[in-house]
């Protein structure tokens, strides 16, 4: 039953909400949601064989009472996307490897949400004895059953609210991860306006919230700008790739600290991701680009030779 409503919507089920359960600040895309919830993400720290047990507290927003059913599943990131999620589907659940929506109970099916008023939902997650350390997931969360939730069908604003849950089983964990490519998306600008195109792959055990910072030097090998990596805080789920994209911009071709920045430029990207051992490992990787103001070159030639013509000419007419 969720297989075909996640199949009839492309299987996408936006998490914004994740982003906060993974150290970023959420940017809420969906926002017809007619659901309140709490918490809006979850991190917690469990051994194999720990039975933990919590509750979740909704509410409805809208003015008309509905019922909505529960569901549980994991989530993976969607391709090359830091920061976002997708819901998996029944066949991509039974292959998950760090999925952890089996090890939780409800203890309800269905819930009858009135308007303002709150609504407890309590869970119980059973860790395996047997599970490796690592990190896992799962997301509780409701669909309508005015959109035929029980059915099969729905409207796509209408996947109401719910809770990303991280499971952090053990208490050491990998935290590894590879650049595998820093570059700016063209060789030549005319103007100072460079997107800066960041790969990373987490090799690790758990999620990693990549940062840093971006240096920009001129052909004088001053330093003209200096930009934050991922400044959105975007993360990537354990055995994920990720791609990022870093903005420069400025009006004309002087810095605020007055330098120059035409010709050559050199880009220099220093990145940490370890938040057990912050500073022990660090990404780092060189770019080069050009800034050529043609229109402006072009621009100052043909004044330089307008001036040069007059000049000339007016020494023809004096020798005359």
């Given at each position: 039953m969720i297989l075909k409503i996640l199949k009839e919507y492309n299987r996408i089920f936006l998490l914004p909400i994740i982003l906060l359960c993974l150290g970023a600040t959420?940017?809420?895309a969906q926002s017809a949601l007619s659901i309140g919830v709490s918490p809006t993400s979850k991190v917690i720290k469990v051994s194999p064989g720990d039975v933990f047990s919590d509750e979740i507290v909704f509410w409805n927003l809208s003015e008309t009472a509905d019922t909505y059913y529960i569901y549980i599943r994991g989530f993976r990131q969607i391709e090359n996307q830091p920061g976002t999620a997708i819901i998996l589907t029944d066949e991509e659940e039974s292959k998950a490897l760090y999925s952890a929506s089996k090890w939780i109970t409800v203890d309800k099916e269905s819930m009858y949400l009135e308007p303002n008023k709150n609504?407890?939902?309590?869970?119980?997650?059973?860790?395996?004895?047997?599970?490796?350390?690592?990190?896992?997931?799962?997301?509780?969360?409701l669909i309508s059953e005015s959109?035929?939730?029980a059915?099969?069908?729905?409207t796509f604003a209408n996947l109401a609210a719910g809770t990303p849950i991280l499971l952090q089983v053990g208490d050491e964990f990998v935290?590894?991860?590879?650049?595998?490519?820093f570059m700016a998306d063209k060789k030549t600008y005319e103007r100072v306006n460079v997107d800066f195109l960041t790969q990373?792959?987490?090799?690790?055990?758990?999620?990693?919230?990549?940062a840093g910072e971006i240096v920009i030097e001129n052909i004088f090998k001053q330093e003209v700008a200096r930009i934050p990596f991922n400044r959105n805080r975007q993360s990537l789920l354990r055995d994920n790739l990720g791609n990022y994209i870093d903005n420069w911009s400025q009006s004309g071709y002087i810095s605020p600290a007055k330098m120059l920045t035409i010709g050559p430029m050199k880009a220099k990207l220093l990145v940490t991701y370890r938040s057990m051992q912050p500073g022990f490992a660090t990404l780092s990787a060189e770019t080069t680009f050009w800034i050529?103001?043609?229109?402006?070159?072009i621009a100052i030639c043909v004044v330089l030779l307008t001036g040069i013509i007059i000049f000339v000419s007016k020494k023809k007419i004096q020798r005359r």
């Open positions: 959420p940017i809420l609504t407890k939902l309590r869970y119980t997650i059973n860790v395996p004895r047997d599970i490796t350390n690592g990190e896992y997931n799962a997301q509780i969360f959109e035929g939730g059915q099969g069908t729905m935290e590894n991860a590879e650049l595998l490519r990373i792959k987490n090799l690790g055990d758990t999620h990693i919230t990549p050529i103001p043609w229109k402006l070159i």
